[in-house]
C-alpha cells in the first residue's frame, strides 16, 4: 500500500531556489525530507495494528528516496490497505502521522530556504 503525498510546483521551486541558494539548499531539504519520512514511518509503524509485527516491520523498512526531495514509505503487504481504511481502533495511523507532522516538516523546510535570502 502506498500512501501519496503530492506537492505541486516543485520543479518551478526547484529551479528558483538552484538560483537563490544553490545546490546546497537543495541538498538540506532533501536531508529534512527524508528525517521527516523516516520519523512518519516510525510514528505510523508504532500505531499501526498488531498481529505478527508484520505490517510495522513492513512500514519501518520501507522508506526510500524517489529522487532529490522526493521520499515515500508505505507497506507491500496485502492487508496494509484494508487495515489503514478499516481497522475500528486504529484506523488511518499512516494519514494520521502524515497530518501530525505536517506543519512542522513545513516549517522546517521553510527554515531552510529562509536562510538562504
Known amino acids: 500500500m502506498k500512501i501519496n503525498v503530492n506537492i505541486t510546483g516543485v520543479d518551478t521551486l526547484t529551479k528558483k531556489i538552484e538560483g537563490v541558494a544553490g545546490q546546497a539548499a537543495l541538498d538540506n531539504a532533501d536531508k529534512i525530507t527524508e528525517t521527516y519520512t523516516r520519523k512518519m514511518a516510525n510514528e505510523s509503524a508504532s500505531?499501526?495494528?498488531v498481529d505478527s509485527g508484520d505490517l510495522r516491520a513492513s512500514i519501518v523498512?520501507?522508506?526510500?528516496?524517489?529522487?532529490?526531495?522526493?521520499?515515500?514509505?508505505?507497506?507491500?503487504?496485502?492487508?496494509?490497505?484494508?487495515?489503514?481504511?478499516?481497522?475500528s481502533t486504529r484506523k488511518g495511523f499512516i494519514r494520521k502521522s502524515v497530518w501530525n507532522n505536517r506543519t512542522p516538516y513545513r516549517n522546517a523546510i521553510r527554515k531552510e530556504f529562509t536562510q538562504w535570502k
Open 47 to 49: 500505531s499501526a495494528p
Open 61 to 87: 523498512a520501507s522508506p526510500r528516496k524517489l529522487e532529490q526531495g522526493v521520499w515515500e514509505y508505505g507497506s507491500e503487504l496485502a492487508y496494509a490497505k484494508r487495515q489503514e481504511y478499516e481497522h
